[in-house]
């Protein structure tokens, strides 16, 4: 089964200072249809104006990857984390047991855009943890490089859930398979630019939730960077 979500179907939160999309309920955006997928909660596109940023805010048992697109943005933690993350930085944040943070645009004069992505752990009550790994924009041209795993493998950072994300860039001429072993539902998020997902014409901020699929294909594509997340039913 294919279900679509189009970008401009996403609930939409202007606070001046942030701009941000929201995939799935969150906040004042509630949506009965959209409450996540699996374990995958969350899957937000922030803009944050200059100098600006979310204060000091607290999480528990929840895995927190931030993706940076553009800019800079500036994490601080209750764990003695702080970092200034880039375009194609991974940023990975197990809140277990109880974590504060902060994140800011880290320029004075130019905004950071990034997607905040949740996923439900599955284990609680852990040790808090924070990892960040750098995937240069080579590493995922025309191929899918794995960014967050189960295990580590293959340099991407840990997430506390069976579950797989994968990041690519495609252009012309391009086409990614991915197979879905039995048990297993698939979730396409695109950032960027056009591509075909099993078929299914899609532009950047629309997604594919994908069950009973044996497999995940991407072609068509046109200047298109998507995330593909492997997904326990």
Not at 41 to 57: K, P, S, Y
Not at 115 to 137: C, D, M, R
Request: proline share 3%; aromatic share 8%; charged share 20%.
């Amino acid at each position: 089964m294919l279900q679509v979500r189009k970008s401009a179907d996403r609930g939409n939160a202007n606070h001046g200072w942030l701009q941000s999309r929201h995939t799935f309920s969150f906040g004042d955006y509630r949506d009965p249809q959209h409450t996540g997928f699996g374990p995958l909660l969350v899957i937000n596109e922030d803009r944050v104006a200059a100098g600006q940023g979310f204060g000091t805010h607290g999480h528990r048992d929840m895995e927190i990857i931030s993706y940076v697109l553009e800019g800079a943005l500036e994490h601080k933690d209750s764990i003695g984390t702080g970092s200034v993350l880039h375009y194609g930085d991974v940023q990975r944040m197990s809140a277990g047991s109880g974590v504060r943070h902060s994140e800011f645009n880290g320029s004075k004069a130019e905004p950071v855009h990034f997607l905040q992505i949740w996923i439900e752990p599955n284990v609680t009550g852990i040790a808090p943890s924070y990892e960040e790994k750098h995937f240069a924009p080579a590493t995922k041209q025309g191929q899918l490089r794995l960014v967050a795993s189960s295990d580590g493998r293959d340099g991407s950072v840990l997430i506390h859930q069976d579950a797989a994300i994968y990041a690519a860039i495609l252009g012309a001429g391009d086409r990614l398979a991915h197979p879905l072993a039995a048990g297993r539902s698939g979730y396409v998020h695109v950032i960027r630019g056009r591509v075909t997902v099993n078929g299914t014409a899609l532009e950047g901020g629309d997604a594919l939730k994908l069950s009973g699929e044996a497999g995940i294909t991407l072609e068509q594509a046109d200047a298109a960077e998507v995330l593909l997340f492997d997904l326990p039913y």
